[in-house]
C-alpha cells in the first residue's frame, strides 16, 4: 500500500528491530558505564566510597526524563517522514561519543569532570530513548511488541556487559583510554542503524491528535495513571532484590571469583535466554496471562530467598540457583511488563506516556536501592524477602482486579485516536 505518492506505510520489522536494538544496547552501556565500570575503576584508584556512591545522581536523568519528553515528544511527530528519529538518535548519540572522547583526557583525579560528562551523556540517552520508545509504540504492529521488547531489553543486557564487564577487562589488559575508544566505536556503530529512518519512503505513522503532547494530558488519562501505579507496585520486590542479591551471595559466603562466574554465565546468559523465550511465549499466549504467572512465580521465589539461609548448608549450590532463577523471571518480567506497557502507552502522545512509565520505574529503583540497604542493615535480608514477597503478591493481586478497567480504558483511547 502506497500512501502520498513515494511514502510507504511503515520501515520493514527488520529494520525497525536492527534501529531499536543498537540504540538499546547503547543506552545500556551508558548506563552500565557509569554505574559499575567507573566505580570499579574509582575503587582502584583508591577513591573513597562516600565519593563513589555519588555517581548513582547520574541515574537522575533517566528518572527525570518524563518532565522534557513533551517536547521531544513534539518534535519526533513533525514532519510526514521519521528523518527527526535520525536526528534524535543519531545526534544524541553522535555526541555521547564525542564526550566520551573528552573523557579519554581526563584524569581520573578528576571526579566533577568525569560526573559532569557522564551526567551529560545520561541526559544525551533520554532524547535517543523517548525517539526509539516512540518509534517502537507507532511503528511496531500489537503482535510485534513482544519482539520490540526482546530487542529492549536483551539490547540492554548485551550493552550491560559491553559497558561493565567488557570495559573493565579492556582496563585492566590495556588502559583506560583504550577502554574507552572502544565504547566509542561501539557507540557509532550502533547509532549507525538510525540513518536508514532518513529515506522519504518511511511515513510517520503515530496516531494524530489535536494537541500538543503533555503531561497535563497524560495524567487525565486513567490507562496511564493505572499504568503507573501499577508500575511502582509490581516492580517494588523486582527492585529490592536486584539492589540486593550481590550482598546477600557475598554474606553467604560466595567469593569474588565464584561470583563473577556466577554473574557473567548463570545470572546474564539465563537472562537473556529467558528474554528471548518470553518474547516468543507472549507471541502465543495472552501477554497478561504471561505476566501474572511471572508475578507469581517470583513471590514464590522471594519465599525461597527468605528460607534459603536455613537450607542452603544442607542443599548445595541452592543459593547459586536461586540467583539463576531470579534473574530469569526478571529478565522475562522486564519483556512481559514493557510489552504491556506498550500497548498502555499507544495514542497522540505514546513517547510521552511510555517515558512517564518508565521514569517511574527508575525512580522505584533509585528509592529501592536506598532503602533495601537500610532494610538489610538494621532488619536483616529477610525483612527484605519478605517485603518482596508482599508487594509482589500485591501486584498479582491488583491485576486481576483492575484487569478489565485497564483493557476498557485503553480501548476507549485507542478508539478515541
Known amino acids: ?65 518524563f518532565l522534557w519528553s513533551p517536547y521531544v515528544e513534539t518534535y519526533r511527530k513533525q514532519a510526514n517522514t521519521l528523518k527527526n528519529h535520525t536526528l534524535l538518535i543519531v545526534g544524541a548519540y553522535g555526541l555521547t561519543a564525542l564526550l566520551l572522547g573528552a573523557l579519554i583526557y581526563v584524569d581520573l583525579n578528576h571526579l566533577t569532570i568525569i560526573f559532569a560528562l557522564i551526567t551529560c551523556m545520561a541526559l544525551l540517552s533520554t532524547f535517543a530513548d523517548i525517539a526509539s520508545d516512540g518509534l517502537a509504540i507507532d511503528q511496531l504492529s500489537e503482535k510485534n ?6 530487542m529492549q531489553v536483551g539490547g540492554s543486557y548485551i550493552g550491560g ?12 589488559m590495556q588502559d583506560w583510554q583504550f577502554a574507552l575508544i572502544i565504547l566509542l566505536i561501539c557507540v557509532l556503530i550502533m547509532s549507525l542503524p ?17 494537541s500538543r503532547p503533555s503531561l497535563k494530558y497524560a495524567f487525565s488519562n486513567q490507562t496511564v495513571l493505572y499504568g503507573i501505579l501499577f508500575v511502582v507496585i509490581s516492580q517494588i520486590g523486582t527492585r529490592l ?17 565464584k561470583l563473577g562466574l556466577l554473574a ?40 525461597a530467598l527468605y528460607f534459603s539461609p536455613q537450607f542452603s548448608s544442607a542443599i548445595t549450590g541452592s543459593i547459586e540457583a536461586l540467583y539463576i532463577l531470579c534473574s530469569l523471571l526478571s529478565a522475562a518480567k522486564f519483556v512481559v511488563l514493557y510489552t ?23 525512580i522505584v529503583a533509585i528509592l529501592c536501592a536506598m532503602i533495601g540497604g537500610w532494610l538489610v542493615t538494621f532488619y536483616g535480608y529477610s525483612t527484605l524477602f519478605l517485603l518482596a514477597f508482599a508487594t509482589t503478591l500485591s ?9 478489565r478497567k485497564i483493557q476498557k480504558n485503553s480501548r476507549l483511547e485507542q478508539q478515541n485516536t
Not at 194 to 210: C, D, E, I, K, V
Open 1 to 65: 500500500m502506497q500512501h502520498s505518492g513515494s511514502l510507504s506505510l511503515k520501515p520493514p520489522l527488520s529494520i525497525l528491530l536492527t534501529i531499536l536494538g543498537g540504540a538499546y544496547v547503547i543506552q545500556s552501556l551508558i548506563s552500565m558505564f557509569a554505574l559499575q565500570g567507573i566505580p570499579a575503576i574509582l575503587r582502584t584508584e583508591g577513591v573513597s566510597t562516600s565519593h563513589i556512591g555519588l555517581f548513582y545522581l547520574v541515574m537522575l536523568p533517566w528518572a527525570l526524563k
Open 145 to 150: 511488541r513482544g519482539i520490540g521488547n526482546i
Open 161 to 172: 556487559l559491553i559497558g561493565g564487564g567488557l570495559f573493565l577487562y579492556f582496563v585492566a
Open 194 to 210: 538510525a540513518f536508514m529512518l532518513w529515506s522519504n519512503l518511511f511515513q510517520n505513522l503515530q496516531p494524530q491528535g489535536t
Open 241 to 257: 532484590v536486584l539492589a540486593m542479591i550481590i550482598p546477600f551471595l557475598v554474606d553467604q559466603g560466595l567469593d569474588l571469583k
Open 264 to 303: 557473567a554465565g548463570g545470572g546474564t546468559m539465563t537472562a537473556l535466554c529467558a528474554v528471548f523465550l518470553s518474547g516468543i511465549i507472549i507471541r502465543y499466549i495472552n501477554v497478561k496471562k504471561v505476566f501474572l504467572c511471572v508475578l507469581l512465580l517470583e513471590s514464590l521465589s522471594y519465599t
Open 340 to 362: 504491556l506497557l506498550m500497548r498502555w502507552s499507544f495514542g497522540t502522545q505514546s513517547g510521552v506516556n511510555f517515558s512517564l512509565f518508565q521514569s517511574a520505574d527508575m
Open 395 to 403: 501486584a498479582f493481586t491488583i491485576m486481576i482486579i483492575t484487569n
